[in-house]
């Protein structure tokens, strides 16, 4: 899912082997021409802009008050949700954190003071975490939430730095060590939440040459729970949920590998071959460029549109295109393959193929809306979760709100998803109907059972 997500970068060896006594230059030309489209990231896009359709019922004051910077660093709450979205979507889980105030303040008056001053570190921060970055979890029991949490973060991080890659270009999702990375622990006890981040250095004297040290520790007396939330996109438990989208990431990298292979196929077979016909095995044959023979056979020939080749009599020299007919079938495999991935990223087929009734464009997109319809119902439900933990740490009513935890109220968010089926015709009046018969366009059969149909009574026989 990464890989394709990333559009292969530095992974296209692995899924495209080299061939059997395939030589050097030609197995790096086919990778330098093998270029994967953005087909499996745009997909996914689409299915993030459906489920960004929603809206908020009503926030918290302190978090109306940030909605354009919920993270500390400029990003809007809608823009953030989606980014979760995304990650759902790739990953089929990520986890969301509150994060208590950086600034703690010894009375109620100094903390008012604080906000109305525009005082950020004095109010909590989203932040989103990869599920790859959720390094380990305990609880104190089956079938409860966790209760300590050790993730890492990637501190500053470069827009323009890919996906599972830091600004200096290394691969976290490979290297179990990442030099802008920290290591945050969290801890939920009665006597309140315990937050301590720790730092790789260069240590010869641990195996792998590298140690932790604690850079800093925080502890929350009002906080007895885990500010933390797993989203899933099946509602699978903490820690667990499964790929949405792996068969779209399998049929990418299939299309992938037989795209390769045709333009392969393409390369070998666009330059036609030179065939001789009537010369034996062992009669020279001359080459020359106007002014003479040059060679034999045997010797290397370079042809020319000056060149001219002397052939003994009956004997004749041409150039044959290969035919090539396994390129059809390239070609059919890889229409049918394309065809796959669109109907599952739900992306329409356009004039390929036969056309497809209303019926089925109507079927297809209730599935759609189904599939679609079950993450809205995971989405509504988290943020409901995201509010419960921010009034709690911000210590807000959230009766008046709305968004205890547990609470059977309205759900905090709603989010509309489209059907996506055409809209229905309109249905034709009895005046029209009427009108229809006289001109003879329909029978008087076909009226008395189109008005029986309408009135719910059986059609009576004249």
Same mark, same amino acid.
């Given at each position: /899912?990464?890989?394709c997500?990333?559009?292969?970068?530095?992974?296209?060896?692995?899924?495209? %082997?080299?061939?059997?006594?395939?030589?050097?230059?030609?197995y790096?030309?086919?990778?330098?021409?093998?270029?994967?489209?953005?087909?499996?990231?745009?997909?996914?896009?689409?299915?993030?802009? /459906?489920?960004?359709?929603?809206?908020?019922?009503?926030?918290?004051?302190?978090?109306?008050?940030?909605?354009?910077?919920?993270?500390?660093?400029?990003?809007d709450?809608?823009?953030?949700?989606?980014?979760?979205?995304?990650l759902?979507l790739?990953?089929?889980?990520?986890?969301?954190?509150?994060? %208590?105030?950086?600034?703690?303040?010894?009375?109620?008056?100094?903390?008012?003071?604080?906000?109305?001053q525009?005082?950020?570190?004095?109010? %909590?921060?989203?932040?989103?975490?990869?599920? &790859?970055?959720?390094?380990?979890?305990?609880?104190?029991?089956?079938?409860?939430?966790?209760?300590?949490?050790?993730?890492?973060?990637?501190?500053?991080?470069?827009?323009?730095?890919?996906?599972?890659?830091?600004?200096?270009?290394?691969?976290?999702?490979?290297?179990?060590?990442?030099?802008?990375?920290?290591?945050?622990?969290?801890s939920?006890?009665a006597?309140?939440?315990?937050?301590?981040?720790?730092?790789?250095?260069?240590d010869?004297?641990?195996?792998?040459?590298?140690?932790?040290?604690?850079?800093?520790?925080?502890?929350?007396?009002?906080?007895?729970?885990?500010?933390?939330?797993?989203?899933?996109s099946?509602?699978?438990?903490?820690?667990?949920?499964?790929?949405?989208?792996?068969?779209?990431?399998?049929?990418?990298?299939?299309?992938?590998?037989?795209?390769?292979?045709?333009?392969?196929?393409?390369?070998?077979?666009?330059?036609?071959?030179?065939?001789?016909?009537?010369?034996?095995?062992?009669?020279?044959?001359?080459?020359?460029?106007?002014?003479?023979?040059?060679?034999?056979?045997?010797?290397?020939?370079?042809?020319?549109?000056?060149?001219i080749?002397?052939?003994?009599e009956?004997?004749?020299?041409?150039?044959?295109?290969?035919?090539?007919?396994?390129?059809?079938?390239?070609?059919?495999?890889?229409?049918?393959?394309?065809?796959?991935?669109?109907?599952?990223?739900?992306i329409?087929?356009?004039?390929?193929?036969?056309?497809?009734?209303?019926?089925?464009?109507?079927?297809?997109?209730?599935?759609?809306?189904?599939?679609?319809?079950?993450?809205a119902?995971?989405?509504?439900?988290?943020?409901?979760?995201?509010?419960?933990?921010?009034?709690?740490?911000?210590?807000?009513?959230?009766?008046?709100?709305?968004?205890?935890?547990?609470?059977?109220?309205?759900?905090? /968010?709603?989010?509309?998803?489209?059907?996506?089926?055409? &809209?229905?015709?309109?249905? %034709?009046?009895?005046?029209?109907?009427?009108?229809?018969?006289?001109?003879?366009?329909?029978?008087?059969?076909?009226?008395?059972?189109?008005?029986?149909?309408?009135?719910?009574?059986?059609?009576?026989?004249?």
């Amino acid at each position: /899912m990464h890989d394709c997500w990333d559009l292969l970068n530095l992974r296209k060896e692995y899924y495209l %082997p080299r061939g059997e006594r395939e030589p050097d230059s030609a197995y790096k030309r086919r990778i330098d021409a093998a270029l994967p489209s953005g087909f499996f990231r745009d997909a996914l896009r689409t299915f993030a802009g /459906m489920l960004s359709a929603s809206h908020w019922r009503e926030l918290p004051p302190s978090l109306q008050a940030v909605v354009s910077d919920v993270d500390g660093c400029g990003i809007d709450l809608g823009v953030f949700l989606e980014r979760a979205d995304l990650l759902v979507l790739r990953d089929g889980a990520c986890l969301i954190a509150i994060a %208590p105030p950086e600034h703690l303040w010894p009375s109620a008056g100094d903390y008012a003071q604080a906000l109305r001053q525009g005082d950020r570190a004095s109010l %909590p921060k989203l932040q989103l975490i990869e599920r &790859a970055d959720l390094l380990n979890w305990s609880t104190s029991g089956a079938n409860t939430l966790p209760t300590q949490l050790i993730y890492r973060s990637h501190g500053r991080s470069s827009p323009s730095a890919p996906a599972g890659q830091d600004p200096r270009g290394h691969d976290l999702r490979v290297s179990g060590v990442a030099p802008d990375s920290q290591y945050v622990t969290v801890s939920s006890t009665a006597a309140g939440l315990t937050a301590s981040t720790s730092e790789l250095v260069e240590d010869p004297s641990v195996p792998g040459g590298y140690g932790l040290r604690q850079v800093s520790s925080s502890n929350y007396q009002n906080i007895n729970s885990l500010p933390m939330i797993w989203y899933a996109s099946d509602g699978a438990a903490f820690g667990q949920g499964d790929l949405p989208h792996l068969g779209l990431a399998h049929q990418y990298l299939n299309h992938f590998r037989c795209q390769s292979d045709y333009q392969e196929l393409l390369y070998r077979t666009a330059m036609p071959v030179g065939v001789r016909t009537g010369v034996t095995s062992n009669a020279p044959l001359s080459i020359g460029t106007g002014f003479g023979p040059m060679g034999s056979s045997s010797a290397e020939v370079v042809l020319g549109p000056n060149s001219i080749i002397d052939l003994p009599e009956g004997a004749s020299f041409q150039f044959v295109e290969i035919q090539a007919r396994s390129l059809a079938e390239h070609r059919a495999w890889l229409e049918l393959l394309d065809q796959g991935m669109r109907r599952d990223a739900l992306i329409p087929s356009g004039a390929q193929g036969a056309p497809r009734t209303a019926t089925e464009i109507s079927m297809a997109a209730s599935q759609a809306y189904a599939l679609l319809q079950s993450q809205a119902i995971q989405k509504a439900s988290m943020f409901s979760s995201l509010l419960a933990h921010w009034t709690a740490i911000t210590g807000e009513s959230s009766q008046t709100i709305g968004y205890q935890v547990g609470s059977t109220t309205a759900a905090a /968010m709603v989010v509309e998803i489209s059907p996506m089926a055409p &809209a229905p015709k309109p249905a %034709p009046t009895v005046a029209e109907m009427l009108q229809l018969q006289e001109k003879g366009i329909i029978s008087e059969q076909a009226l008395r059972q189109w008005l029986g149909d309408i009135a719910g009574i059986a059609p009576t026989s004249v």
